[in-house]
């Protein structure tokens, strides 16, 4: 069963694809308010689970 968490952070992530796939303003640089809610979600998600899954 994969780890809720990983889950969370890999829909975080699609989510943040798809709306960069579709948005006007956001580049590889810029984004715009929703992008940056959606880029810093994911990101947030991302180093929660890589700290967790480094060995003590």
Known sequence: MPDNLYQRYQA???AH???AADCTACTARARCPE???LWESFSRLQDVYLQRKRPR
């Open 12 to 14: 975080a992530h699609r």
């Open 35 to 37: 992008g940056t809610r």
């Open 17 to 19: 694809e798809t709306h």
